[in-house]
């Protein structure tokens, strides 16, 4: 997490100095899946999601970009056995959030409106359980980004993509502790190394400010 907050540090002084800086409101639909503990698989419901980039180019044809995305869903515990405890039906919405700072490669594609771009990035997914007394989950997270952006004009644009977001979790982590009727001592236990991918589809408007 200090290497994190040390990128977070930097890349805002790179943002104060930057001349150009794209803002994209975006909203679009995801796509998530379920994680498998040994006591049962929590399947979280796709649903639409909400965000914003926040972007600027320190050398040309890269961007360097702070993104935020979000999601409300529903989550089913599907438990493997009965015996109390965590091994009751539980069904609950969860607030899913994504921190990451992109790296980003864009390429012109047919003239100098229209560009596509790849991006990875880093950062931390953090899982806050609604209306229930479940512990929220913080994790370092992976993010994968394919689009493009067409500018209608030189200050506003248009953009499209897909991505993939993949928070880790690793053996001995605590996931939702409070889950079932039997307090802090009941909560899961995740597989060595288990994660899942939350995939999605969205686009938004750019804003560019700057020289």
């Known amino acids: 997490m200090r290497r ?3 990128l977070i540090i930097l890349t805002s002084t790179l943002f104060v100095k930057a001349q150009n800086i794209e803002i994209t409101p975006m909203g679009g639909y995801s796509f998530i899946g379920s994680i498998n503990f040994y006591e049962g ?7 639409t999601s909400y965000g914003i980039k926040i972007g600027f180019s320190p ?3 890269s961007v360097l970009e702070f993104s935020y995305q979000g999601n409300v869903s529903n989550a089913v515990w599907n438990p493997y056995r009965y015996t109390g405890g965590v091994n009751r039906d539980n069904d609950f919405e969860m607030s899913n959030n994504y921190f990451i700072i992109n790296i ?3 390429r012109m594609l047919t003239n100098e409106k229209f560009y596509g771009f790849g991006s990875f ?14 512990s929220d989950v913080y994790s370092f997270s992976l993010n994968f980004e394919l689009g493009i952006k067409y500018f209608i004009t030189d200050r506003i644009g248009i953009r499209l993509q897909g ?3 993949m ?8 996931f939702f502790v409070g889950l079932g009727s039997g307090g802090a001592s009941t909560g899961l236990s995740l597989n060595s190394g288990a ?3 939350q995939g999605g589809f969205s686009g938004g408007l750019i804003f560019k400010i700057g020289k």
């Open 4 to 6: 994190l907050f040390f």
């Open 41 to 47: 698989e929590l399947d979280i419901k796709d649903n």
């Open 59 to 61: 050398l040309e044809n």
């Open 104 to 106: 980003q490669q864009e």
């Open 121 to 134: 990035g880093m950062g931390m997914a953090y899982m806050h359980p609604l209306e229930v007394n479940l």
């Open 163 to 165: 991505g993939m977001q």
């Open 167 to 174: 928070p880790l979790y690793f053996q001995g982590f605590g």
């Open 195 to 197: 994660y899942f991918v």
